[in-house]
């Protein structure tokens, strides 16, 4: 854990965002013909999150990657119904889906101990199975990080996410004059003062035809899908990734940044969302700001610049719009103290939303209650007195 000025960084490296499993349930156990003794059900494989859980320990803990439940018991002479075979638990990450090999979805682990079946237990002997018991059900499984974090950070290649994130904690990112400086996430969290926790997720960065899987396309896109909130990262002077493609400008970049997330799924756009307008520091910056931020204003003046196929269906609103500099330091603090601000905003909003929902509920509960008819017989039971 490295400290920096007010506020503590981790840093966790060597990510894994996915990782193929072989699992089995376990074999029943056999049956007694002569007696009708019944064998005992093989255990079953289930795949559970735990908080502290990563990827990277299930690998480095179960190097082969093979999970086998235990068999059922025999049935025997003093104890004809076979006892059950035991259970294998596979320890996750919250936030993981699990597909099996065609890729279908099985299911997702979104909170602390929620539990997945992936591969059941055989039956044991029995009548029904003339007394020979069957064999576990065999998968290969996939789990599939989809990243949570408070905050994700999403821009353009060079846009200075990865400066950023070294300015806000003291990590060491890779960063140099090149575009694709973030080839995998770089996760950390920061630790206020008062020990509250952020995280935040540095992303590889995006590029245009993201959503139709061009670049790191979709293994950037299923990140973002986990996060509370969006920040988006822009160069005030633009972005242009090649002397082969077209130079964008900070609202160009903002704009299409926008349409990829809306082409990927449109429900990324209801996340909420801070805009940094980075590299401050540069000759002309504050003359380009103004600009930029007439056009964020008036979005619908300036979309006539545009092709039709690159206009969002509806353009971001920005809970806060923060000038900054990674290299210099400028505005990072605001930047910090407004990341916290819009988390508890939204917290708030959320748990408001929920009690209303609960109060709603309770109110529609005791409406069916007061119209429920009486018993045919006249009689009102003790149970359905108010």
């Known amino acids: 854990m490295v400290r920096c000025g007010s506020v503590w960084f981790r840093k966790y490296g060597n990510f894994i965002d996915n990782l193929r499993l072989f699992t089995r349930g376990g074999s029943g156990g056999m049956g007694y013909p002569r007696l009708g003794g019944e064998g005992g059900k093989g255990g079953d494989v289930w795949v559970v999150a735990h908080k502290k859980m990563t990827l990277k320990q299930l690998k480095d803990k179960y190097p082969q990657k093979r999970f086998v439940a235990g068999e059922g018991a025999n049935s025997r002479v ?38 997945i079946l992936v591969a059941e237990g055989g039956l044991g002997g029995k009548l029904l199975t003339n007394f020979l018991p069957l064999k576990g059900q065999k998968r290969v499984i996939h789990l599939d990080l989809k990243l949570i974090a408070d905050i994700g950070l999403v821009g353009f290649p060079n846009a200075g996410k990865s400066s950023l994130l070294s300015q806000v904690s003291h990590a060491k990112p890779a960063i140099a004059d090149y575009a694709f400086t973030t080839l995998q996430p ?46 988006f990262v822009v160069d005030i002077s633009g972005f242009q990734l090649s002397s082969q493609t077209q130079y964008r400008t900070a609202f160009e970049t903002i704009i299409l940044l926008t349409k990829e997330l809306e ?11 801070l805009l ?13 700001f103004h600009v930029l931020m007439n056009q964020l204003q008036n979005p619908k003046d300036f979309l006539h610049l545009f092709k039709k196929n690159m206009i969002p269906e509806r353009t971001v609103e920005f809970q806060h719009i923060i000038p ?5 330091g400028e505005g990072i603090e605001e930047l910090k103290n407004y990341i916290r601000k819009s988390l508890d905003e939204h917290a708030n909003q959320e748990n408001g939303a929920y009690h209303k929902k609960q109060l709603l509920n309770l109110q529609i509960s005791n409406t069916i209650s007061y119209n429920e008819p009486p018993p045919k017989n006249g009689v009102t039971s003790p149970i359905d007195v108010i």
């Open 78 to 115: 003093n104890a004809l119904k076979g006892s059950r075979g035991k259970d294998c638990e596979i320890p996750v990450p919250v936030g993981i889906s699990v597909t099996d090999e065609n890729g279908k979805i099985i299911g997702e682990l979104n909170k602390e101990k929620d539990r």
């Open 276 to 288: 940094a307008v980075n590299k401050m520091d540069l000759p002309g910056a504050q003359d380009m």
């Open 186 to 231: 770089e996760l950390g969290k920061i630790v206020y003062n008062d020990f509250r926790q952020i995280s935040v997720a540095d992303l590889p960065g995006l590029i245009e035809g993201a959503h139709m899987n061009k670049g790191m396309g979709h293994k950037f896109l299923k990140h973002i899908e986990r996060t509370r909130q969006l920040l």
């Open 263 to 273: 082409l990927y799924k449109e429900e990324l756009q209801t996340k909420p969302v």
């Open 324 to 328: 900054i500099s990674a290299i210099t």
